[in-house]
């Protein structure tokens, strides 16, 4: 016998280790990116990091290849054939910077909202918006109109605090998780760590979409409700929770405004709103004394049941309007079972099933507490029931609603902020109340009055003109969608191009591809891009973008400013923007470059100072009129928001010894750099849990410049400022809605969460519901550049349900005719059992266009893949009104991308999936035929 | 599994000229001189060319003769000790029958069973491959043998073996096919086995690990229609064995007899592509082969 | 070499955990990525950028869809790489001895530089863990990351399978699969774990922990007795009974 070979156990790995942030998605995980030779060898999770704890998903670890795809950007471009043809020229950054301030100069000199600047899945808001506001335009925002603002909004005007990445099942201690609708979200690694935490404990998954993949096959339960239903069963949850007393009375009576009381006289403006003192706070009736007291008053006991009555008018508690509307027969789960596809008996068995867990497995922790009425409590109660939710019940017409019905669930179960419960991530949780409110105050040649975007409460807050016409560009904060908190980045084009509300010269856009898988109606974008007015002038007059990557949007921009890749640049993940924090701790991050870019790129950011400086914008010059920061690291060092609150909150001071609040420490980076690229500071124990009302982890939060001054709230199970809007709709106050949207307002701003049926005028004959979901292996367009994750997720087919494929006679591989009323897309089927019967789904974004990405033409994402997005339009048919509704949640304008209904027919296979788009001329060339990349020897 | 032209070429060929070694072995024709040079120059193109086509498909021929080493273990270690032995053997008996008008009757027997031998080790790297249940069976070394000694008869000149060769070969032939057919099913493999998950339910493949293609998809996962199937074997009966076996009994012609020999090569290629193409390796069950069926 | 060793001192393997995969495919680009940079050629891709792309992993997720006789159709994610057999079918009929078992933990490799890319390990591997390199013409396959696990370069920590260290759900486990006091044998024993296709007689030394049942709650909800109905009994029919109730109930509070 031969002798075993002798192999080599230990081998080197490599040269030398260099931490930063990932960016193959927004989670933003810590990476160990080891080189070899001054190359990325190989890419693993940071063991450290507080997001991904070691590690990393399939995107992350596929880093090195995007990273280094063909598709790379390598240049300034400047366009010389028509938009849309992919023609470019290369030029030097000194001329584009150059052309950008021929074109921006003038604008902001006389029109500054002439400059629309939105920009995409990005990270530095606090520094693109401070951009913004220095030059003076009100149309600035980013992606979360078309994202998951319903989500946001809905958890901040509620509890303070959201979901999407901004709070998490408490994972240590929860028994029961509830998922609705989330088929991967941005705290990707987080939740399936979380996942795989209850698991290994043999906690349980409840998971609620009408799709069995991911995380909702490896749920221990199935609800495979019917899409856009999800408000009526959690409503008959509650119903049926109130009707049991399975609810968490002092907690509500405690930590919520279920005590608070409402003005009762029919006949006020104020009719329904909350009663205040004279300090403007919200009154409940003390049960120790009966009498009337403010909700913070120390000692106060809240009292969820009495009234108050004065002038022969009484006004009575929050809690009996709940538990008028939610005990009425429309929520009993009989009448809502059929409309969800729910059985009443599953109903009730899995509310039973939530108050088994919340009230029998309570738990106690020992940890003593004082609340802000200055109460100590000696334990926490747990209540190990948390729930997670993110764009599938946000993504609908009814979304907002949706969420906050969510929101009342878990809170009349007592499970947030408490043990086993959901818990917010600093800074988090802060009220709505402490966020600013939208800002439009335009002054030619100077910066904006104010931030651009926030909360509204009221009509008052609204962004319009003097002559009652929308002030922004996206129309956000107007009577179509008062509480749009995030702006609306999908009606950006289109009203631009319509020149409603008003005509724009320059679009400036950065990491949103708008012209493909990010815009509804994409070829109806793609037309508003390329079209030109009577002059033969384009009717958008100009258009720059940024981007690192060849992607579809670059062929339809006069000028690009090319990016780096994540691996060549500075960032900053910011506690002033969407930082990284955990429940038990406040965290934020850099990336640095951790290689050079070999290409003529620059970093966004850093092409944004220059930029900046070049137009004189004031936050970008200092007083002699120089450039006031040479890049983004510079930017990030010494820019200060408030004195000692930076990008940055750790290792700060002279000698990087402070943290939150401290002065600038000009070594900041490389401390960064030396810790693992992050910062954390934990939540000290007895802080971390009832954050909004515990004294303890308030005073962190000011310490730690989270803000500045004690703000302890109540939970709005009763949204005030939405009854507000109710009013004016009614006819109070003095800014008043247009009348053909008063019924809408009345109907849909119900203060307390409530169930409507989206908008379906013109769908007469369109039954199923068309859903898209994130591959995991996939970010949006990003990873169909990634020669190793395009070949997992290549092409997509249309996963339909038994009952469909067989009511068509169609099999595995065949292809179908799917039309909505507003278009038509032809594309391959397969079969899947674990499917909601009258849905069909396919995977987001891997149809890409010919000639993007540095793919062939032939490539699978062109010939085979698909997206949706040609069905969905930004508008609603027409109704015969003669206007068009637009395709938005009506509270905040949210794209309802999931109210999509379509009907399907077979059809012979055509030679590529339809609609078919010409090529576009690739400006990077195409990439190579063979791949073996080994850095090392 | 994938019908690779070079290992479908090797088989059949080399089955043949190993076939043709074994009756010139057993000394019949019993030529010698220059009649025996055409004989064994015939019997060597086949095998050698046979053998040499079968390293096409390596990635590395370069390195071919490490092949040699594992022969406890290896059936293809073996095939290649074997093909080498009887070709050695062989040119030594040949060189007696042309050079010295000598024949070596006992070096011409072992160099027989040799070849006999390499054709058997051959088949067995087939019929061992659990993996396939249709070649896990005695009847894959039957029928590499029976058509091995049929198309040596036939190329021998043998009329009188070639007739009964060729109907015994048929004869498995059918068998091979019939109860290869039946062999996955009764393997015990099946996609519940392969995933363990048949005692939940039914079991189907739902989306595949990955939209691109690959070694395994390539070379195992290659699926032929049963009709298409059907009609080929047909083909293959009619060329391998029927009309060769028409051609014989009827007067014998050089032309007729030339015309058997290139019809029966070209069914057993033919017989012999199917063999791959009709077998179903086992991974195919966990890309969704077979899930109807099963 | 190809003789497999009578026995091995240890039996190496990852267990994984079918519960809780979410099928994210993070352990199959780790592994690629860990493999292309490491141990013998890089794995390369065909095409990668073109119409037809085409690449060696070794590691795969599949995905599977159960039809159970009553209630909901379910889905299962499935990882699979090498198994690293006991009886290695894929180790015996190797003609050079490239594939081979080693004796100290079982670990099934391929000698890169003995292979003559004969696919013949392939064919005798019921898993498909095997897949020939079309760039280098050698056999490729799970290592059990033999460079990784030993590597005295790494912090003792991460002397894991550059999948097991990646999976972000815990899914994968690692250990000594033949030491029943192991982590993983114990996992394996608690948790019912399996081989894959056993009348294959390959004996895998991986171990796969069968999915918990599902859906149990709409189970109950279709018996006749719900057990969970005591848990919403009503405390009034009305909205002025409920008031009535918390009146009482604030009262004891
Ligand atoms: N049908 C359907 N459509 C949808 C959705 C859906 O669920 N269904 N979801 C919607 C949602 S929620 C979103 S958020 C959008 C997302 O849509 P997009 O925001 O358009 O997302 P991406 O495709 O990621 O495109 C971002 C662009 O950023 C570029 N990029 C990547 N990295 C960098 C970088 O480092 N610097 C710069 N400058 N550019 C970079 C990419 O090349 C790409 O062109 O899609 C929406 N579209
Ligand atoms: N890998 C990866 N991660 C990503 C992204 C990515 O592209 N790839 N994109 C990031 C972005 S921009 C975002 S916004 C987040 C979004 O994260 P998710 O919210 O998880 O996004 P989607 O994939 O749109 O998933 C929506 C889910 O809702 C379900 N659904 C649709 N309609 C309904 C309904 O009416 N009721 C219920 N209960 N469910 C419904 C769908 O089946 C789907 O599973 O993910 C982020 N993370
Ligand atoms: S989830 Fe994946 S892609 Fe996103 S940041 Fe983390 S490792 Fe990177
Ligand atoms: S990394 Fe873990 S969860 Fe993801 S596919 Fe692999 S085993 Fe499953
Ligand atoms: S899984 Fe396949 S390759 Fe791995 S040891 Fe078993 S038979 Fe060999
Ligand atoms: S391909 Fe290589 S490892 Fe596999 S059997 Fe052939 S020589 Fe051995
Ligand atoms: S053990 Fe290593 S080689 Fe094997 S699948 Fe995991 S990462 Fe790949
Ligand atoms: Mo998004």
């Known amino acids: 016998m031969t002798q075993q070979p002798v192999i080599d156990l230990s081998p080197k790995v490599s040269d030398e280790i260099r931490k930063t942030t990932c960016y193959m998605c927004a989670c933003r995980c810590g990476i160990n990116v080891h080189m070899k030779d001054g190359k990325v060898a190989y890419i693993e999770g940071n063991r450290d990091h507080p997001v991904n704890q070691g590690v990393l998903c399939a995107k992350g670890s596929a880093g090195i290849m995007q990273h280094n795809a063909p598709a790379r950007l390598r240049a300034p471009l400047k366009r010389v054939g028509p938009r849309g043809s992919g023609e470019f020229e290369e030029i030097t950054w000194d001329e584009a910077l150059q052309i950008a301030t021929d074109w921006l100069e003038p604008i902001r000199a006389k029109n500054p909202e002439k400059l629309a600047f939105f920009t995409g899945r990005d990270q530095s808001q606090s520094f693109t918006s401070l951009w913004a506001q220095s030059f003076g335009t009100p149309n600035y925002a980013a992606h979360g109109g078309f994202c998951s603002v319903n989500m946001a909004a809905a958890g901040i005007y509620t509890m303070g605090g959201a979901f999407w990445e901004f709070g998490q099942p408490d994972w240590d201690h929860t028994k029961l998780f509830m998922l609705f609708g989330v088929a991967e979200d941005h705290d990707s690694n987080p939740i399936k760590m979380g996942i795989g935490k209850i698991k290994a404990r043999g906690a349980r998954i409840i998971g609620v979409n009408p799709i069995r993949t991911g995380y909702n096959a490896v749920a221990d339960d199935w609800v495979g409700i019917t899409p856009g239903t999800d408000g009526l069963f959690i409503l008959a949850m509650i119903h049926c929770l109130m009707k049991a007393g399975k609810i968490d009375l002092h907690y509500l009576a405690q930590y919520t405004d279920a005590p608070v009381l409402l003005n009762g006289d029919e006949n006020s403006s104020d009719y329904g709103l909350y009663l205040r003192d004279e300090d403007g706070k919200q009154q409940v009736i003390d049960r120790k004394t009966g009498k009337l007291a403010p909700f913070d008053q120390p000692g106060v006991r809240p009292d969820l049941s009495a009234t108050y009555t004065a002038e022969g008018i009484t006004h009575r508690p929050v809690f009996h309007q709940m538990a008028e509307k939610y005990l009425s027969d429309e929520y009993a789960p009989e009448a809502v079972a059929d409309r969800c596809g729910i059985s009443a008996r599953r109903i009730r068995t899995i509310a039973a099933e939530l108050a088994r867990v919340a009230f029998d497995e309570a738990f106690e922790l020992d940890h003593a507490w004082t609340d802000f009425r200055g109460e100590t409590h000696l334990k926490m109660t747990g209540r190990p029931v948390s729930f997670h939710a993110m764009r599938g019940i946000s993504a609908h017409a009814n979304g907002f609603q949706t969420c906050r019905a969510l929101h009342t669930l878990q809170i009349i179960l007592g499970t947030v902020e408490v043990p086993g419960g959901f818990r917010f991530k600093p800074p988090y949780p802060k009220p709505a109340t402490a966020h600013p409110k939208p800002h439009v105050g335009v002054n030619a040649g100077a910066p904006l009055n104010g931030p651009h975007l926030g909360f509204v409460h009221g009509p008052d807050d609204l962004a319009l003109k003097e002559d009652g016409t929308p002030a922004r560009i996206d129309k956000a904060f107007t009577w179509e969608n008062p509480m749009s908190a995030h702006g609306l980045m999908h009606m950006v084009i289109s009203n631009a191009h319509a020149g409603d509300p008003y005509k724009i010269d320059t ?431 | 599994m994938h019908p690779a032209l070079s290992v479908i070429f090797f088989s059949t060929f080399s089955g043949l000229g190993f076939g043709l070694l074994v009756f010139l072995g057993l000394g019949y024709p019993g030529v010698t001189g220059w009649s025996a040079f055409a004989f064994f120059a015939i019997a060597y193109i086949l095998a050698v060319g046979g053998l040499i086509s079968s390293t096409f498909h390596l990635g590395h021929p370069e390195r071919a003769l490490k092949a040699f080493t594992q022969w406890q273990t290896s059936w293809l270690s073996r095939e290649a000790w074997c093909a080498v032995i009887a070709l050695l053997l062989m040119a030594t008996y040949g060189a007696g029958l042309v050079f010295l008008e000598t024949r070596w009757t006992i070096l011409g027997i072992v160099g027989a069973l040799f070849s006999l031998a390499t054709v058997f080790t051959t088949s067995m790297i087939y019929a061992q491959m659990k993996t396939v249940p249709r070649w896990h069976s ?157 | 070499m190809t003789q497999l060793p009578a026995r091995t001192d240890k039996k190496l393997g990852l267990v994984i955990d079918l519960d809780t995969c979410v099928g994210c495919h993070a352990c199959v680009i780790s592994c690629k990525g860990w493999n292309t940079e490491n141990y013998g050629a890089p794995l390369s891709d065909q095409d990668p950028y073109g119409a037809n792309p085409s690449g060696t992993f070794l590691n795969r997720v599949h995905s599977y869809e159960v039809q159970p006789n009553q209630g909901e159709a379910q889905l299962i994610h499935f990882p699979k790489s090498c198994l690293h057999c006991e009886d290695a079918p894929c180790v015996t009929v190797c003609p050079t001895g490239a594939s081979y078992k080693r004796t100290e933990d079982g670990i099934v490799l391929v000698n890169e530089s003995d292979c003559i890319g004969c696919g013949l390990c392939a064919w005798a591997c019921p898993y498909g863990a095997r897949e020939m390199d079309v760039a280098e013409g050698v056999m490729k396959k799970c290592t059990l990351c033999v460079d990784r696990i030993y590597n005295e370069n790494l912090p003792e920590i991460d002397r894991q399978p550059a999948c097991v260290r990646t999976c972000p759900a815990g899914a994968r486990h690692f250990g000594d699969l033949g030491d029943p006091d192991s982590a993983v044998s114990k996992l394996v024993a608690d948790r019912g774990g399996v081989d894959l296709m056993p009348e294959q007689g390959t004996k895998p030394v991986n171990q796969y922990l069968p999915p918990r049942p599902k859906d149990r709650l709409a189970a109950a909800s279709a018996e006749d007795i719900d057990i969970l109905a005591p848990f919403l009994e009503p405390v009034a029919q009305e909205a002025t009974g409920f008031l009535g109730w918390l009146d009482r109930t604030l009262e004891k509070l």
């Open chain 1, 507 to 937: 679009l400036f856009m950065y990491m949103a591809n708008m012209s493909w898988n990010s815009s509804m109606n994409t070829r109806g974008v793609m037309e508003m891009l390329t079209d030109k007015d009577a002059n033969g002038d384009y009717v958008i007059p100009r258009i720059i973008y940024s981007d690192s990557y060849s992607s579809e949007m670059v062929a339809y921009a006069d000028l690009i400013l090319p990016d780096t890749t994540y691996l060549e640049r500075h960032d900053c993940i910011s506690l002033l923007d969407r930082p990284i924090c955990e429940a038990d701790a406040a965290a934020d991050a850099i990336r640095w470059p951790v290689v050079e870019p070999d290409r003529d790129v620059r970093g966004f950011q850093s092409a944004l100072c220059d930029l900046g400086a070049k137009l004189g914008l004031p936050a970008f010059v200092n007083e002699d009129g120089s450039q006031k920061y040479a890049d983004y690291a510079d930017y990030i060092t010494n820019h200060e928001r408030r004195p000692g609150i930076g990008p940055l909150a750790g290792f700060r001071g002279k000698d990087g010894t402070k943290s939150g609040r401290g002065e600038v420490n000009p070594n900041q980076l490389d401390r960064y750099i030396e810790n693992g690229g992050f910062f954390v500071e934990h939540i000290p124990a007895g802080a971390n849990y009832y954050k909004p009302w515990n004294t303890a982890y308030q005073e962190w939060a000011v310490k730690m410049g989270l803000f500045d001054a004690p703000q302890p709230y109540l939970f709005s199970l009763y949204v005030e400022p939405m009854r507000k809007f109710q009013l004016a709709a009614e006819g109070h106050g003095d800014r008043q809605p247009p009348d053909h949207l008063r019924d809408r307002i009345k109907a849909t701003m119900s203060p307390l969460p409530i169930w409507y049926e989206t908008d379906q005028t013109g769908n007469a004959g369109y039954t199923i519901t068309a859903l898209t979901q994130r591959p995991m292996a996939m970010y949006h367009s990003w990873g169909s550049q990634n020669a190793w994750l395009r070949q997992l997720h290549g092409h997509n087919p249309l996963y339909l349900p038994t009952k469909l494929m067989q009511e068509n006679s169609l099999k595995d591989g065949d292809w179908a005719r799917v039309t909505s009323p507003h278009g038509e897309i032809t594309v391959p089927v397969m079969e899947m059992a674990a499917l909601n019967q009258n849905t069909v789904w396919t995977w987001n974004a891997i149809g890409k266009r010919k000639g993007a990405w540095a793919l062939d033409k032939d490539a699978p994402e062109a010939t085979r893949g698909f997206l949706l997005n040609h069905l969905i339009h930004e508008l609603l048919p027409p109704k015969g009104d003669g206007l068009r509704w637009s395709n938005s949640d009506p509270i905040t304008g949210q794209a309802a991308w999931f109210d999509l209904k379509v009907k399907i027919e077979k059809a012979a296979p055509p030679s590529d999936s339809k609609p078919e788009f010409d090529a576009i001329k690739s400006p990077v060339g195409q990439g190579p035929n063979k791949l073996a990349w080994k850095v090392g020897k």
């Open chain 2, 138 to 294: 005695p009847l894959t070394p039957a029928y590499f043998l029976s058509l091995c000694i049929a198309g040596g008869a036939l190329l021998a000149g043998q009329v009188t073996w070639a007739v009964i060769l060729l109907l015994v070969a048929g004869v498995i032939q059918i068998f091979t096919w019939g109860i290869g057919d039946k062999a996955f099913a009764q393997s015990g493999t099946d996609i519940a086995s392969a995933t363990r998950l048949g005692n939940i339910g039914k079991v189907r493949a739902f989306e595949p690990p990955h939209t691109g293609t690959n070694y395994l998809k390539r070379e195992f996962v290659y699926v032929i229609a049963r009709k298409h199937a059907q009609k080929l074997r047909i083909i293959a009966g009619l060329l391998m064995v029927v009309l060769p076996l028409l051609l014989l009994l009827l007067p014998f012609n050089h032309y007729f007899a030339l015309l058997a020999v290139v019809s029966h090569v070209a069914g057993v290629f033919t017989s012999r592509w199917l063999f791959f193409a009709e077998a179903e390796h086992v991974v195919g069950l966990y890309y969704g082969a077979r899930t109807q069926a099963g």
